[in-house]
């Protein structure tokens, strides 16, 4: 069974990340998600959010994928923990996936992961970031990299995730519960 983790930080996108979290464990992939601290995560239109662990706790084993949900100042605390651009740097060292929407692809990207690359974002978040071919698609990805835009995109995003961790079969199985029409 795949296994991803999902950091969560205060001011965090909740659909984003509840919408993540959802669909991955819908493809019985194993989802751990982890606080920066040991405190509930109050997400950005206040819903509260208890993760199942810290993250230094998360980090003493390895996942397949990690997965950055968006949302200010969510990404902001994100960008600025040493730890997750360490992580990210592992993962994509390992050649396993990273991925981010919203506003977190500017932690990939400061991260040096997005460098020479294609990814999207919540539009103007990348903009100021050199070196990136930045696209409108509601989802990029990029070798082992994968990219969204926003909350509207978040289905889209979590079904791709699907995808490349459990086969087109599942993504489809779990697309069809949904009973929500089908994306290209």
Known sequence: MA??????????????????VDLL??????VVT????????????GTVLVPDTTLDEALKRDYDMVVLPGGLPGADYLDGDPRIHALLRRMAEAGRYTAAIC????????????????????????????????RDDPVVEDGAIITSRGP?????????????????????????????????
């Not at 991260?111 to 103007?124: E, H, I, M, V």
């Not at 289905?155 to 089908?182: C, H, N, S, Y």
């Open 152 to 184: 509207g995109t978040a289905m889209d995003f979590a079904l791709t995730l699907i995808e490349r961790l459990a086969g087109r079969a599942k993504r489809d199985e779990v697309e069809a519960a949904l009973q929500r029409p089908r994306c290209a």
């Open 25 to 30: 464990r819908r493809a019985g992939v194993e």
């Open 34 to 45: 982890a606080g920066l601290d040991d405190k509930p995560v109050t997400a950005s239109r």
């Open 3 to 20: 296994s991803v983790l999902v950091p969560l930080a205060q001011g965090c996108e909740e659909l984003e990340a509840i919408t993540i």
């Open 103 to 134: 506003a977190a692809p500017r932690v990939l990207a400061h991260s040096g992961l997005l460098d020479g690359r294609q990814a999207t974002s919540y539009p103007g978040v990348l903009d100021s970031e050199t070196g990136i071919e930045v």
